[in-house]
């Protein structure tokens, strides 16, 4: 089939967690996170991602619930596989929740979620949310057996974590980014084949989601950090259509060469 074809159109979910931090840097409640969201969505994002984190260091339960109430776009709920974070999403019912891997002294999530690990308890914990109607991502490692276990454990999607591929490119190693790059366009090649929807984030900046929106198996792009230190410079809703122009050459450069 000719990939140009097959590929759908491609979405953006925009996170909002570090307006919360700056936030929280100050106290108060300024800047709103619930209002950065509004903007994002005024300025052509698919969707709102926040992660609730277990010592809430940006995101709170109050933003969540404010998310969920005032915006019409889907929320992503990005939480650690925990029974106090299910317990919180099935109160929330958001559309999604992507379930990360999470420590407490880490910056920013670093790595996949270990699903081999998870075993039969995170197996559990997926089955729950899909239950509520809620769908299942699993944020993971372009590694093939982690995405296999996803999908034996009933997830809808699997996430994959672009990362170590951003961190490559950044420091010029274009062999290992090279290499990382490859990796990933095999994942998302095996995911899609395994009936997974297939998203990418983290480390995301124009460049890079251009070229990972030319893959035809990726659907989403969930990208924070990035969006949030551009807008300094230049405003959330210029940074977000910059960033949709991004992904728009990605998916041309797709039809393009499948023509």
Known sequence: MNPAIAAPPIRLGVNVDHVATVRNARGGALPDPVRAARLAASAGADGITAHLREDR???????????????????N????????????????????CCLVPERREERTTEGGLDVIGGGTELAHKVAVLGKAGIRVSLFVAPDPEQIAASAAIGAAV?????GTWCEALASGHRTAAGAELARLRAAA????????????????DFASAETISAFSEVRELNIGHFLIGQAIFEGLETSIRRMREAMARGRAALRATAG
Not at 158 to 162: A, Q, S
């Open 158 to 162: 699997v996430e994959l974590h672009t």
């Open 189 to 204: 090649t095996q995911a899609a084949s395994l009936g997974l929807e297939v998203h990418a984030g983290h480390g995301l």
């Open 57 to 75: 260091r940006h995101i709170r339960d109050d933003d969540m619930r404010r998310l969920k109430a005032q915006l019409s776009l889907p929320l």
């Open 77 to 96: 709920f990005e939480m650690a596989a925990t029974d106090e974070m299910v317990g919180i999403a099935l109160d929330i019912a958001p559309h999604a």
